[in-house]
């Protein structure tokens, strides 16, 4: 399959998802009260099944600080931020495979100048470009989605990873935790 049908495959796939779990219901079903009662009060299963799904909602595109928030209602300040990286890590690797498994490296198959030229630093330093790429994007699914389709190998987008998103996660779950 060509580069350009498997990106088309996967924007396809990600967008039934997206329309599936807001069918579902999957954005409105849940209040902050629930959550602070129910993730907690079930000790690690808990903790399991926020993971889980953290990672089946990057992949169907929902916002990764979403699941920052739930993690910091549901844990509070330090142990949110704590679950909620932790998740991040587990999602984006979730992530990072399934993509990559569709998708190939179709990103880097693409005969284009530009998108060479954008994805340069990824071959030439690949750990120091994830990291900055996930200090200004953190936990966003169309990073994932195109990290994966890249030619980056999955040790630096892991390493990368871990360490770029320590801090946007961090800040995200101490604003959340003021604002509430």
């Not at 880097?108 to 690949?126: C, F, G, K, V, Y």
């Not at 980056?152 to 604002?179: H, K």
Request: hydrophobic share 60%; charged share 10%; no cysteine.
């Amino acid at each position: 399959m060509q580069a350009r049908h498997r990106v088309l495959l996967l924007a396809t796939l990600a967008g039934v998802a997206l329309v599936g779990a807001r069918l579902a219901g999957l954005d409105q079903t849940t209040t902050p009260g629930q959550l602070r009662a129910l993730l907690p009060a079930t000790g690690v299963g808990g903790i399991l099944m926020f993971v889980l799904v953290f990672s089946a909602g990057l992949l169907a595109q929902l916002p990764g600080l979403l699941f920052v928030a739930i993690a910091v209602l549901a844990y509070g300040r330090t142990w949110g931020a704590l679950v909620a990286l932790g998740g991040a890590v587990v999602a984006v690797s979730v992530s990072f495979v399934v993509v990559r498994h569709v998708g190939g490296s179709a990103l880097a198959e693409i005969d284009s100048p530009l998108l060479r030229r954008l994805l340069s630093q990824l071959d030439t330093r690949p750990l120091r470009s994830v990291i900055l790429l996930r200090v200004v994007f953190g936990v966003a699914p169309f990073l994932n989605y195109a990290l994966a389709l890249s030619s980056l190998g999955f040790r630096d987008y892991l390493i990368g990873s871990i360490i770029g998103m320590a801090a946007p996660i961090t800040v995200a779950a101490v604003l959340v935790d003021v604002a509430l």
